[in-house]
């Protein structure tokens, strides 16, 4: 059992020393001192979460930069998702549109979709998403995706294993 | 990260090995026709440790996520070309692009009917029977509800098309609902294409009774206009009301079914934009024409079971280059020079 579970002292400190320069780091970023304030929070929220790490940390500012970049990453690829979903909604004939309650639930659905998939290479992910959101054989995607049916099996075992390892 | 995340939660890290094999399990279940000893062999290994299950569940969950949005809204959102995973850099120009990018939306439009009763998916075609023996065939991308008693129309099977396109072989009285209007018929045969902004109906045999929507909602007896007898006949239903046009597709053999029911797509001197445009509602995701090549026109039969073929053949008919991003995103364009 190790007890060097760094206090909320030391996220503090932290804080206190870091915060400027990592504004102004996002800020330039993101062109938008808003999501830049934003953003830093939601770093520290991070350290916090992840605090038992923090006595191995040597270099603070990589450290932050690296789970702030991160964020960043995530920021643009939810933004791009909701403006896709807006559009495909647009385009929806009216009776058939979806309510705002049940949008929502569907945007929060894909975004968990969408982060799981994010990091898989495209073969990988297309192929996944051809046998989920058209349900096509592994046949018919080999043959659309110009690969052999065992390509295609390695694919979805890996799309899967990915979303496995992926951590909750 | 990863991990010290799993211990913020109390939970182990997953096993890379246990992960793979509940992968492998996951991609065999998914190949279909999965009979009862391979799901107790399944169920066995899952047994086996609350890490078998664990991995078990957490792939379960992309497919319970799946099964929460529509295939349409869920295309349209997750097969956005390089959706931010080439960095931020990439995703803000990306950001920046996406105006024009718009018409990533207008295939969904089409291809809407997740609520309805009976639908094809892009590329499917099918037909049913309804209680009185009519025939209502569904070309891809449609939905219709039915429901067998519409007092207001004299007891006649009402029909309503949310999307698509279908064919009717009426035998009894029935009723096409459309957003424009209807299209009434006792015994005939008829198309009825749904499209945005219109909705197109042609007459191969019998007679029909088209009523534009307007006329539903007024007060006063609803205006009848009858489409010719002789078949085929076509009208258009808009906002503004009816409007004949004549015989439909000069030329047609007698029995004029449409060609989509025998799968095929006829060309004639059409405009390739217009030719992508058609093609586009067989195939899900988004397949467009560069306004370079619109104006280019070809000729000829096509088979829309194999729309990937058509899109390879035709280089070899026009100076196209068929360009493929991803597997929903497929522009014809112009032929680069070489060199």
Known sequence: MPSSTATPDVVRDLYAEHQGWLHGWLRKKLDSTFDAADLVQDTFVRVLRHRRELPSVREPRAYLVTIAGRLVTNLYRRRSLERAFEEALAAMPEPLAPSPEQQLLILEALDEIDRLLNAMPDGVRDAFLLAQLEQMPYADIAARMGVSVRTVQRHIVRAYEQIILAAP | ?339
């Not at chain 2, 990533?104 to 029977?129: D, F, P, V």
């Not at chain 2, 029995?255 to 445009?277: H, I, K, S």
Request: glycine share 8%; proline share 4%; aromatic share 6%.
């Open chain 2, 1 to 339: 990260m990863t991990q010290a995340a799993e211990h913020a939660l109390g939970a182990d890290p997953i096993d890379r090995r246990i992960a793979r094999e509940a992968a492998l399990w996951l991609m065999r279940m998914g190949e279909g026709g999965s009979d009862a000893a391979m799901q107790a062999a399944c169920a066995d290994w899952r047994a086996r440790s609350q890490m078998h299950e664990r991995a078990w569940q957490r792939a379960q969950r992309i497919n319970t996520l799946f099964g929460q949005v529509p295939a349409d809204l869920a295309r349209g959102a997750l097969a956005r070309p390089n959706a931010g995973r080439r960095g931020a850099l990439k995703a803000l120009a990306l950001l920046i692009a996406a105006g024009p990018l718009g018409w990533a939306g207008w295939r969904s439009a089409r291809e809407q009917g997740w609520l309805a009763e009976y639908r094809t998916a892009a590329g499917e075609r099918r037909a049913i029977t309804l209680a009185d023996g009519t025939r209502v065939h569904l070309n891809t991308g449609s939905a219709v509800d039915v429901s067998y008693r519409d007092w207001a129309e004299g007891g006649a099977t009402l029909v309503q098309l949310r999307a698509g396109e279908i064919y009717v072989e009426a035998l009894a009285a029935c009723t096409v609902r459309t957003r424009q209007g209807s299209v009434a018929a006792r015994a005939a045969h008829f198309n009825v294409r749904q499209e945005a902004e219109q909705c197109l109906v042609d007459v191969s045999q019998g007679e029909v009774t088209l009523r534009p929507a307007y006329a539903e909602l007024d007060t006063a007896p609803p205006r009848r206009l009858s489409a010719p007898a002789r078949a085929p006949a076509r009208a258009r239903l808009d906002a503004q009301g009816v409007h004949a046009l004549g015989a439909a597709g000069a030329g047609a053999s007698d029995a004029a079914a449409p060609d989509w029911l025998r799968g095929v797509l006829q060309a004639r001197d059409l405009r390739l934009d217009a030719f992508v445009a058609e093609l586009a509602r067989y195939r899900p995701g988004v397949l467009r024409c560069d306004p370079e090549v619109a104006h280019l026109r070809l000729s000829g039969t096509f088979q829309l079971d194999n729309i990937d073929g058509i899109l390879q053949a035709l280089p070899a008919l026009l100076p196209v280059q068929v360009r493929t991003r991803t597997a929903w995103w497929v522009v014809v364009g112009p032929r680069e020079q070489s060199a």
